[in-house]
């Protein structure tokens, strides 16, 4: 049976001038600590405990994105 860990994917879109917004963020994301790699060979980044209190204060509600599930 999978487990959850908890941990929520976050994904790139390069296409479009959403993309080109997205990637803005995503490195002030990361250079705040809201967002890490587990690996830095993983192509998924993950909200940090950090990045869930950011976001919450901002009034997004990241309880839509799925957590990740592994196997065992």
Known sequence: ?????GRKPVKTCYEHIGGKLEILLLEQFISKGWIEKSDTKDKLFYITG????????L???ISQIKSEKIKI
């Open 59 to 61: 009034g997004v509600d």
């Open 1 to 5: 049976m999978p487990k959850q860990t």
């Open 50 to 57: 950090k990045g869930q209190k950011e976001f919450a204060k």
